[in-house]
């Protein structure tokens, strides 16, 4: 039987058949995706074949079909492991906070970058506007004009007084979409004013880090009742960049990008070379000097930059 994975607890997967019934699965022993190594071989968002275990209401996974593309994180610290966070996107939402949590211009550099590494078109949506200062609105249009000037669309948002809500709601209409930002971003509560019905547990921010607690513990896909799926991941504290060559790097940077074919060396990498037109746009401020920060702690594989 085919069908599709729309929860993961690390060693049950719950597989929506074909026929809308829903098993809870596991993996066969040996079962292994090739050529990429991660924790989780299946992700949420995946399309797998499975077959009944005999006399039970469980299946066994046995088969992965070929993904369209997925998003995958490497944790920071020294396990280094990688996750495939969901898989067969149409897109995915970065939910962004200015304070508590504060999400760094790094860490969402860093998950752009992955998003453009496997083809995801990416949103950044900047959420808790209602707490937001007169100077933190003014940081906060600084933040969307480095994006929006490199072609990300940039939202802004208040889950908790329902602030552009049916902006989202058009945003997500029919399409597959993970969401994903820092623990205590308001992640479980945007989904909730986005889609009452569902009732995600909310969390406090931890008082002592100014971090989220965890809420979310597992990756879940939500049906929308107006059409389209969501994938709910767990907060991410930090967010490693994986499987990217240096060479490649500059090439899911929109605004290097544009620039690589009128360097004067074919290879340059844009760290010191003369003649390099990514260097020059920094100088004269066409590329933000956070993002070429950005790119410098990717290359340098200085995954923990703010």
């Known amino acids: 039987m085919r069908g599709l994975v729309t929860k993961s607890t690390g060693s049950w997967y719950q597989v929506l ?40 209401e469980t299946g066994v996974i046995t088969h992965l079909e070929p993904r369209k593309n997925y998003i995958i994180r490497k944790s920071v610290n020294l396990s280094k492991q990688t996750q495939i966070i969901g898989a067969n996107l149409d897109q995915a ?22 998003a453009e590494a496997y083809s995801i078109p990416a949103i950044l949506v900047f959420n808790k506007l209602d707490l937001f200062s007169e100077e933190g609105l003014e940081i906060l249009q600084e933040y969307k004009a480095i994006y929006e000037n490199i072609g990300y669309a940039c939202y802004e948002v208040s889950a908790q007084e329902g602030t552009n809500m049916d902006v989202l709601r058009a945003i997500l209409k029919d399409k597959i979409t993970l969401v994903s930002g820092h623990s205590g971003v308001g992640k479980s509560t945007l989904i909730n004013a986005i889609e009452p019905s569902v009732q995600l547990k909310t969390g406090e921010i931890s008082d002592w880090s100014d971090k989220g607690k965890h809420t979310t513990t597992f990756a879940e896909m939500i049906d929308l009742s107006f059409g389209g799926k969501l994938i709910d991941t767990p907060g991410i504290r930090e967010l490693g960049v994986v499987d990217i060559e240096k060479e490649e790097l500059s090439h899911f940077f929109p605004e290097m ?26 100088e004269l401020g066409e590329i933000e000097p956070s993002r070429y920060d950005s790119y410098l702690s990717i290359y340098n594989k200085q995954d923990s930059r703010g």
């Open 93 to 114: 939402i970065l939910v962004v906070t200015l304070a508590s949590p504060p999400t760094s211009l790094g860490f969402i550099d860093r998950f752009l970058v992955t």
């Open 17 to 56: 058949a074909d026929e809308g019934e829903r098993v809870e699965c596991r993996i066969k022993g040996k079962f292994r995706t090739k050529g990429i190594k991660t924790t989780n071989p299946i992700a949420v968002g995946d399309w797998v074949v499975f077959e009944m275990e005999p006399g039970q």
């Open 257 to 282: 990008r544009a620039r690589l074919n009128t360097c004067r060396f074919n290879n340059c990498q844009h760290i010191s070379e003369p003649g390099c037109m990514v260097l020059e746009a920094v």
